[in-house]
């Protein structure tokens, strides 16, 4: 248990569909993060929120739509995806200033887009 | 960031000590070495991260040249439940790098009984 909580576990939706990820954290930390892990490739960073406000967006198309409502919870909105979205998406955690890139990860959730 | 190099796959027996190796040639002087570890279908783990010195925790050794040019990640008893996929990773800390970690294709360490 690494105290960063993501549900659901896994998710199938269509095209049309919409449906949004959860990611909760019990760590006190500040700064939250969604990463995609599609098969085969990299880890790759999405969004970054330090203190509920977002400071990076690596050019993620506007279906994935990201929010924070506080430091201990971050959702992405999921609207019109494509087949090739499917992916594991994880959900990480970090400590403020000081903190580094000590991250801790959810298990993710498995998206497939049909 | 640094780029980091990284063999695509080790075999390890159980027991054993895990030795895995990184190339950082680029690396810079404020950047650290970070270790993380992906078992399947979970999220990464992080191990242990260092700057110059060595470093050691309950989970694995860190061992970094004097140069800074490569490092080495050593699990000293392995166990089946450390196969994973290992993740080298050099990157700076705090400031407005945070969580900007670039995973490459890592390590593919398998533990044999």
């Known amino acids: 248990e690494t105290g960063v909580t993501q549900t659901p576990r896994h998710l199938v939706m269509g095209m049309t569909n919409k449906k949004s990820l959860k990611c909760e954290q019990h760590l006190g930390h500040n700064a939250m993060y969604w990463y995609k892990q599609s098969a085969k490739k990299p880890l790759e960073l999405m969004f970054v929120?330090?203190?509920?406000?977002?400071?990076e967006n690596n050019s993620v198309p506007s279906r994935f739509s990201p929010e924070c409502p506080n430091s201990s919870h971050l959702f992405l909105h999921l609207h019109t995806l494509q087949p090739e979205d499917s992916a594991l998406y994880l959900c990480a955690s970090s400590q403020d200033a000081g903190g580094g890139e000590k991250l801790f990860f959810g298990s993710g959730t498995q998206l497939s887009v049909l | 960031d640094a780029k980091t190099t990284q063999p695509p796959s080790m075999d390890c027996a159980e027991g054993r000590a895990a030795n895995l190796p990184c190339n950082h040639s680029t690396i810079s002087g404020n950047e650290y070495v970070y270790w993380y570890r992906q078992i399947h279908s979970q999220g990464p783990q992080y191990i242990i991260h260092g700057l110059k010195n060595n470093e050691t925790n309950e989970m694995a050794s860190l061992i970094i040249t004097e140069d800074r040019k490569s490092s080495t990640l050593i699990l000293p008893h392995a166990t089946l439940r450390d196969t994973a996929v290992y993740y080298c990773?050099?990157?700076?800390?705090?400031?407005?790098?945070?969580?900007?970690?670039?995973f490459g294709q890592g390590t593919i360490l398998t533990v044999h009984p």
């Open positions: 990773i050099v990157s700076q800390a705090g400031g407005t790098s945070y969580g900007k970690l670039t």
């Open positions: 929120y330090n203190f509920k406000e977002q400071t």
